[in-house]
């Protein structure tokens, strides 16, 4: 009989043994799912303006300029970015002579953005504000009237003077997208 109590002593822990290993062993499972948003991008804009007059004299190249002269230019600007943009312009020379510094007597210019006057006054203080919206792909067209007033006197003889127009285009401000 201790043979069989011994056996089933030993049954019984190898039971119980055998229960604490499954019950080590156990291993659960979870349910998963993944989602993904692939490929998203951000690409800023290319802000781009060019003018067809783009080159020195390309705008005005007068000689031999007597009192009363007048000339009438046009300048085309481009928007070659991708984005829409507004632009302004100034004036500026390295030359100071009496052409440029007499605001009464020295180059004067009317500029007009179709029929409608710009600036008119001294070339010496040309400023033009902020154009319209120019979208991607389009043009503005200025044009130019320079005059030497009639009233120049024999100081204005023999003067050269140099002019560069600088043309700023400032991108439209950004929106919710």
Known sequence: MRKLNLLAGMALAGMVLLG???TADKTSANFTATSTNPGNTFQSATLAMSND???ANDLVNITNLV???TA???VTISNSGNTGFTYSASVSASANTLLWSDTTNGLQVT???GAVVVYTGALKNMSLTSSGTIAAGGTDT???D???P???GNSFQNLSQDLTVTYTATQLAGAAR
């Open 150 to 152: 009639s009233s120049a």
């Open 67 to 69: 009192p009363g002269d």
């Open 146 to 148: 320079f005059s030497f």
């Open 111 to 113: 500029v007009k953005r």
């Open 20 to 22: 604490l290993t499954a």
């Open 53 to 55: 007059k783009p080159n």
């Open 72 to 74: 009438n230019r046009a």
């Open 142 to 144: 200025l044009t130019y």
